[in-house]
């Protein structure tokens, strides 16, 4: 069984420390996501690395989970698999943008705890489709065009009355 994930933590201590944190986190805790969600029952996973000692404090970080969305062709519950990658450049002020790496996006420290929540729930929005489809023929109009195209390529084929003619 994974490790559960906390929801805050300060992260220019576990930078300092270069701590990696791994585990799971449900996904009923992330409400913005929650609400593009047919069903937010399961979890995701996280690793989440901070590090420090190449002139700058770093996360960088991968999340990924199996998210039960609603397919925009049939309008059903379909799961869909997705998953990202950040890394960030972490600063406790605006003048040490120069600091950040051009690879990592800068996220400023406010306060002594910053919210795991929050930065896996973003990666997360970030990962779903625009619109989330089943990848075959999901609804009766589709399976029913498939077939109407299947059977106009069949008529279409110069050597289709030869079938007609075959003898067995």
């Known amino acids: ?7 805050t933590t300060n992260f ?26 047919s069903d937010n029952s399961g979890e995701l996973f ?37 998953s990202g990658q950040f890394k960030f450049g972490l600063m406790t002020d605006e003048k040490y943008i120069d600091k950040v790496p051009f690879d990592a996006d800068p996220y400023l420290l406010e306060g002594d705890e910053q919210s795991v929540v929050e930065i896996l729930e973003d990666e997360l929005l970030l990962s779903i489709p625009i619109s989330a489809t ?19 390529k069949e008529k279409s084929n110069p050597f289709a009355v030869l079938k007609d003619l075959k003898i067995d």
């Not at 069984?1 to 929801?7: A, G």
């Not at 089943?134 to 109407?148: G, P, R």
């Open 1 to 7: 069984m994974s490790k559960q994930l906390p929801e």
């Open 46 to 82: 996280a690793k989440l690395q901070f590090t420090s000692g190449t002139g700058y404090l770093g996360l960088h970080g991968e999340v990924e989970a199996s998210l039960e969305l609603i397919c925009q062709r049939c309008m059903q519950p379909m799961k869909h698999a997705v």
């Open 134 to 152: 089943h990848q075959k023929a999901c609804s009766e109009f589709l399976h029913k065009q498939d077939e109407e195209r299947r059977v106009e």
């Open 12 to 37: 220019l201590k576990q930078a300092e420390r270069n701590v990696t944190l791994e585990g799971v986190m449900p996904l009923v805790k992330l409400e913005r996501l929650s609400e593009v969600l």
